[in-house]
C-alpha cells in the first residue's frame, strides 16, 4: 500500500525564472526558516539540490511518536535532469519508508506551473498507511508555505 500526493503550485514567473528559484541556497534555506524547522541546511551542487531538515513530532499522533522519536530528520535530494523536470526522493533516515516522485514545471500562460508528484510508503504493519497520511499531509503543509515563500521571492 502507498499514499499518493499531487500538488500544483502556479507562479507568475517563466519556468527559468521559477527553476532559478529553486536552485538557489538563499530561497531555500529562506523555506526553511518560514517553515521553523528545529535545524536545516541546504546545498546545490551541480543539478542536485539537497535540503536537510529536523523538525519536531511534538504533534503528532502518539502512535506515531512510538516510530519517529521527538524529532524527525527529512532528508530531500532533487536531481534536476533538465531545468524543468527533477527526480525527487525523500527519506527520513532509519526509519522504514520511502517517498519518491518528481517535479515539473511546465509554462501556463505569462507563468509556471510546479507539479510535485510523490509515493509514500512507509513498510510498518498495521499503522503504515497512518502513517504515510500523516507524512503526506506534512509534505503538502511544507510545500504550501514553500509556495508562499517562492511567490514573495519572485515578486522582489
Do not use: C, N
Not at 4 to 13: F, G, Q, V
Not at 61 to 83: L, N
Not at 134 to 145: C, S, T
Request: without cysteine; negative net charge; aromatic residues 4%.
Amino acid at each position: 500500500m502507498a499514499t499518493s500526493l499531487r500538488k500544483e503550485l502556479t507562479y507568475d514567473a517563466s519556468p527559468d525564472a521559477v527553476a532559478a528559484m529553486l536552485g538557489d541556497v538563499a530561497f531555500r534555506e529562506e523555506v526553511l526558516a518560514r517553515q521553523h524547522v528545529l535545524r536545516g541546511s541546504a546545498s546545490v551542487e551541480g543539478d542536485t539540490v539537497v535540503v536537510e531538515q529536523v523538525q519536531s513530532a511534538a504533534s503528532l499522533p502518539s502512535f506515531a511518536r512510538k516510530f519517529v522519536g521527538d524529532e524527525i530528520v527529512i532528508v530531500q535530494t532533487e536531481r534536476w535532469g533538465t531545468t524543468t523536470a527533477a527526480d525527487l526522493h525523500l527519506a527520513i533516515p532509519g526509519k522504514p519508508g520511502d517517498i519518491t516522485g518528481g517535479v515539473t514545471l511546465s509554462p501556463a500562460g505569462a507563468g509556471t506551473v510546479e507539479v510535485v508528484d510523490l509515493t509514500v510508503k512507509v513498510s510498518i504493519p498495521l499503522v503504515g498507511g497512518k502513517i504515510e497520511k500523516l507524512v503526506a499531509d506534512m509534505i503538502e503543509k511544507a510545500l504550501a508555505k514553500e509556495h508562499q515563500v517562492g511567490q514573495e521571492w519572485l515578486a522582489r
